[in-house]
């Protein structure tokens, strides 16, 4: 059966919206990039956040502790509308306990060809790479 989701988005003023769950934490978007992140970040955020979470799980069930984390994502946009992406690049960087390039590698794929429902909310034709780097 298909679980729904639901959140609600409030206008402040200008272009500043306010939302989220309801009774959960609330999120500022902006389309001037000014009161919080504009809706195109906001989705880049979310994709990050979405692989990021999966990364950490997989890698937790693999016994593998992680120190820090940092995630870099960068979208390359079409110059007409819709300015849709085409491309992602996410730059995951690790430290930790135990970390071998070769697994945290498989966490990312798992993340990104299986679990992450951002990503795979998004158009089939944007090509999403990344690349690793352990400290």
Not at 10 to 33: H, L, T
Request: glycine share 10%; hydrophobic share 40%.
């Amino acid at each position: 059966m298909a679980q729904q989701t639901h959140a609600t988005l409030v206008w402040r003023e200008g272009m500043e919206f306010e939302g989220g769950v309801p009774g959960g934490p609330a999120s500022v978007v902006d389309g001037n990039g000014r009161a919080g992140p504009s809706p195109v970040i906001t989705l880049l955020l979310a994709a990050a956040g979405c692989t990021g979470s999966d990364v950490v799980s997989i890698l937790e069930k693999m016994r593998i502790r992680v120190a820090t984390f940092r995630i870099e994502i960068s979208g390359v946009r079409r110059d007409e509308e819709p300015r849709r992406f085409v491309s992602l690049h996410l730059s995951y960087r690790l430290t930790g306990e135990g970390l071998e390039e070769s697994r945290v590698r498989r966490a990312i794929d798992l993340s990104l060809e299986k679990y992450c429902s951002v990503t795979h909310s998004l158009a089939p034709d944007i090509a999403i790479t990344y690349d690793v780097a352990l400290g």
